[in-house]
């Protein structure tokens, strides 16, 4: 069991294969490409608004429909009910959003030119980090906007929770929340970089009991 235990610790420090590298390095190309696409949409309907309003939420900025009119219209809606209002300023989390896809191509590549095994753990767990974080931080941020509301707005309403995904009725407005194609692509660069990390870890452990049974006829 030891001797086993110690080949797969050994097999750890093992160069990635090849065709390891090479998946690496394609999946660099899905995750800089969210750069180029929204993050998450949130819209909403209501009877004064047949078209809708809307606005995307990139890596790096808020867009709004209409050329920029829908965020301004969202934003009076908000002021009526004491929400805060939507600036890019308020977004903070967009401020280290491109770094962290930025350090993680970087991370990428460097495991597929020198990497090993436990370099791909190491990428994984960073990988699910500013995931997880990016994600729980957009999360938290709909709850201050539906819960932080100022008592002398005009109109008064119960805190609430945004929609995160899906829809959900909000007084008169029908509102929708969806990740786009540059979470999506995200998503692929993550799951792809655990999907390696997980394929090399099943190889090493089968490898390792190849190890203890060749080393059991002579114990």
Same mark, same amino acid.
């Given at each position: ?21 090479? $998946? =690496?390095?394609? $999946?660099?190309?899905?995750?800089? /490409?969210?750069?180029?696409?929204? =993050?998450?949409? &949130? !819209? ?46 308020? =977004? ?13 191509? /970087? ?13 791909? &753990? ?44 899906? !829809? ?16 999506? $692509? ?28 060749? /080393?059991?006829?002579?114990?």
């Amino acid at each position: 069991m030891r001797a086993a235990a110690d080949n797969f610790w050994d097999f750890l420090d093992a160069p990635l294969r090849w065709r390891a590298r090479l $998946l =690496l390095v394609l $999946l660099i190309v899905p995750l800089l /490409l969210s750069f180029a696409f929204p =993050l998450w949409q &949130i !819209s909403m309907k209501a009877p004064q608004y047949p078209d809708g309003l809307k606005m995307d939420i990139w890596s790096y900025q808020v867009v709004g429909g209409n050329d920029g009119h829908d965020i301004k219209e969202i934003n009076v809606l908000n002021h009526y009910i004491g929400m805060h209002t939507i600036t890019r300023e308020e =977004l903070r989390d967009l401020d280290w959003i491109p770094f962290g896809i930025v350090a993680m191509a /970087l991370l990428a590549l460097r495991a597929a030119l020198l990497g090993n095994v436990r370099t791909m &753990i190491d990428l994984s767990m960073i990988a699910f980090y500013i995931s997880a974080v990016a994600f729980g931080r957009f999360v938290w941020m709909l709850y201050e906007f539906g819960h932080h509301l100022d008592p002398k707005a005009p109109v008064k309403i119960e805190p609430f929770m945004p929609v995160v995904i899906g !829809s959900k009725q909000i007084a008169n407005f029908l509102t929708h929340s969806m990740p786009q194609l540059g979470s999506i $692509l995200m998503g692929v660069f993550t799951m792809g970089v655990w999907g390696i990390t997980v394929a090399s870890l099943w190889r090493g452990r089968q490898q390792a009991r190849l190890a203890m049974t060749r /080393l059991s006829p002579a114990g």
